[in-house]
């Protein structure tokens, strides 16, 4: 699995975007980009997974760029409750066994 | 909306003890996982299973840790031998066939005394 880099932290508002980066610049032609989070002390939740187009579904936005060698999560009007830990993680659909391999994620914390 | 659900919510146990850590996967999925966060480091993956066996582990699931589905609803996590470095949060997950995205559990934290 490609690795993944993204920032420690980061702030926001409530109810402005929180646009989360991830940089995997060794990213593979099969492999997809998925976010999940994991609010304090919960199980990880999936958020959203792409290729290479823009996703979108009713929790965020995945806006990968053309050499797909970094994407965004979009949460279009952060709330309190968005306050998380946020991992981008790059696989291969399907691979055997298709463990996720979690690293430090990124601390979000929304303020009001 | 299904759910993947965890029993105990949190199991204290001594040292040598074997326990059982139960989970209820949503049900048409196919796909069972068992991770573990260690209280302030990363999820880490323990074990994946379908179809009945074992299709991928990681190095820390060794012959101390056994998993089972008993039955059509139940996925269970055996450690034998619980050692304090145990002590963790342990996390199931499942998924259905055709989609890669896992559904996790709210997890149960186990300490080991």
């Known amino acids: 699995d490609a690795k993944t880099t993204q920032p420690t932290s980061m702030d926001c508002a409530e109810g402005r975007a929180a646009n989360l980066p991830c940089n995997h610049s060794?990213?593979?032609?099969?492999?997809?980009v998925y976010w999940y989070r994991q609010i304090h002390s919960q199980g990880p939740q999936y958020i959203i997974h792409?290729?290479?187009n823009n996703e979108t579904n009713e929790m965020a936005s995945l806006i990968i760029t053309e050499d797909r060698k970094s994407s965004t999560l979009i949460l279009p009007h952060a709330t309190l409750r968005d306050t998380a830990v946020y991992y981008c993680?790059?696989?291969?659909?399907?691979?055997?066994?298709?463990?996720?391999?979690f690293g430090e994620g990124t601390q979000l914390t929304v303020n009001p | 909306e299904p759910e993947v659900t965890q029993t105990p919510s949190h199991q204290v146990t001594q040292m040598g003890q074997e326990v059982i850590l139960r989970c209820v996967p949503i049900?048409?999925?196919?796909?069972f996982y068992w991770y573990r966060q260690i209280l302030g480091q990363k999820v880490e993956f323990l074990v994946s299973?379908?179809?009945?066996?074992?299709?991928?582990k990681s190095e820390i699931f060794d012959d101390q840790f056994s998993v089972e589905r008993p039955d059509g609803s139940n996925f269970t996590l055996k450690i034998r031998s619980t050692k304090l470095e145990d002590s963790a949060m342990y996390f199931c997950?499942?998924?259905?066939?055709?989609?890669?995205?896992?559904?996790f559990g709210p997890g149960t934290r186990l300490t080991v005394t």
């Open positions: 997950a499942s998924r259905p066939s055709g989609a890669y995205e896992q559904y």
């Open positions: 060794t990213i593979s032609g099969n492999e997809y």
């Open positions: 792409g290729l290479k």
């Open positions: 993680i790059v696989r291969v659909a399907g691979a055997s066994g298709s463990r996720l391999t």
């Open positions: 049900s048409n999925h196919l796909y």
């Open positions: 299973f379908y179809n009945n066996e074992i299709s991928e």
